[in-house]
Each structure stands twice: as structure tokens, then as C-alpha cells.
T-cell receptor, first 110, second 114 residues
Framework: DQQVKQNSPSLSVQEGRISILNCDYTNSMFDYFLWYKKYPAEGPTFLISISSIKDKNEDGRFTVFLNKSAKHLSLHIVPSQPGDSAVYFCATNTGNQFYFGTGTSLTVIP | EPEVTQTPSHQVTQMGQEVILRCVPISNHLYFYWYRQILGQKVEFLVSFYNNEISEKSEIFDDQFSVERPDGSNFTLKIRSTKLEDSAMYFC????????????FGPGTRLTVT
């Protein structure tokens, strides 16, 4: 029941460059799309979200893009910093039920 | 800054035993959730709770699971008869209202069933 897929389990990027994390989904009825960051031994932390009626949302260094025709979501981090190294999960919902991807482990190399 | 807390941080139990995982959501939040993450796998939705009743639940949340908000501050997940495959990290989350949808997660309880 892979409602949300993150096909890249890991990504390494040089400090200062752009990190692009990708997510694909199956259900066009999803309401909102969210990105969470997770450090080891901690719970996920909300990063940024986008409504299904928009195609871009920006917050500081983080921008989320939504391509509804391709059912694709991406998170851009620019410039990437070493403190951004974490596992990133995309998530979405129908009503009050949420679906998470498998996560992409981002390593930002100083 | 208010945060979601969970106790215990680690629970070890024998197969067949009952466990209760406890959470204190952020005080003015209205929606509450339990998730689990089996080691190396994705975060899986278990149940959502609103207005003192279950709002939605996944197929994982069978009759062995129950949730309660007994006193207006705690939010508990009970597993009646634990199985080895219940070993996972269990996360509680809460959010303030309908929109926006971002949830605030607790640090998790690691449940080990032996």
C-alpha cells in the first residue's frame, strides 16, 4: 500500500549547494503534502507544507514544489548546511489519516 | 516552547503482556495521533483521535490496540497482548486544528517485545 514513495534512500550534497529531495504519490485526492525532518532518537519535526491547490511554497531556505499532473513533490534546500543532515520524510493525508514515505537520508558534507 | 512528551522512553515486555504507552500532547491541541516505525521502515499511521473518539484508524490498529484520553491531558495507547512484531518505535503526535495539518511529534517510545 505504497501511497507515498521516496525512491532515493540517501543523498549526499556539498555544503552550500542545493539539495533536492523527491517524493511520488498515488492518490490525487490527497489534501496536503508535508515534509518532516528526523534526527536519530527524536520524533519527526515539521518543516514545510503545501496545499494540493498550490504548486509552490517557500519558507526561507526551504521550497516545496508540487506537480499534480505527475503526482510528484520535491523539497529544495538552498543553500544546504551541515545541520540539515537528517532523514527527510514526505507525508500526505486524506482527512485525518496520514501517510508517510520511507524517508531519504540527507548528508551535507562540509 | 510547548512540546509533546512520551513515557517511557524504552519499554521491554514479554510476548503476550499488555503495555500502555503514554503521551502528553500540547495543551491546546485538538487532534491526537499514534504512529509506529519498525526499525528501518517507514513511519506508519495507527490512529487519529478527535473530540474524545477515534477519527480514523489503519489496518494495523486491530482489536489488540486501544487509545484513551482519560483525563484531558494524557493520551494513551494500549496493546493488549503484545507480539514480537509489535517491537517498534511508537510516536505520539498532536496538532492544534483542522488546518494547517502539521503535527508535532513526541520523542517516541521504543517498545521491545521479547
Amino acid at each position: 500500500d505504497q501511497q507515498v514513495k521516496q525512491n532515493s534512500p540517501s543523498l549526499s550534497v556539498q555544503e552550500g549547494r542545493i539539495s533536492i529531495l523527491n517524493c511520488d504519490y498515488t492518490n490525487s485526492m490527497f489534501d496536503y503534502f508535508l515534509w518532516y525532518k528526523k534526527y536519530p532518537a527524536e520524533g519527526p519535526t515539521f518543516l514545510i507544507s503545501i496545499s494540493s491547490i498550490k504548486d509552490k511554497n517557500e519558507d526561507g531556505r526551504f521550497t516545496v514544489f508540487l506537480n499534480k499532473s505527475a503526482k510528484h513533490l520535491s523539497l529544495h534546500i538552498v543553500p544546504s548546511q551541515p545541520g540539515d543532515s537528517a532523514v527527510y520524510f514526505c507525508a500526505t493525508n486524506t482527512g485525518n489519516q496520514f501517510y508517510f514515505g520511507t524517508g531519504t537520508s540527507l548528508t551535507v558534507i562540509p | 516552547e510547548p512540546e509533546v512528551t512520551q513515557t517511557p522512553s524504552h519499554q521491554v515486555t514479554q510476548m503476550g503482556q499488555e503495555v500502555i504507552l503514554r503521551c502528553v500532547p500540547i495543551s491546546n491541541h485538538l487532534y491526537f495521533y499514534w504512529y509506529r516505525q519498525i526499525l528501518g521502515q517507514k513511519v506508519e499511521f495507527l490512529v487519529s483521535f478527535y473530540n474524545n473518539e477515534i477519527s480514523e484508524k489503519s489496518e494495523i490498529f486491530d482489536d489488540q490496540f486501544s487509545v484513551e484520553r482519560p483525563d484531558g491531558s494524557n493520551f494513551t495507547l494500549k496493546i493488549r497482548s503484545t507480539k514480537l512484531e509489535d517491537s517498534a518505535m511508537y510516536f505520539c503526535a498532536s496538532r492544534p486544528g483542522q488546518i494547517p495539518y502539521e503535527q508535532y511529534f513526541g520523542p517516541g517510545t521504543r517498545l521491545t517485545v521479547t
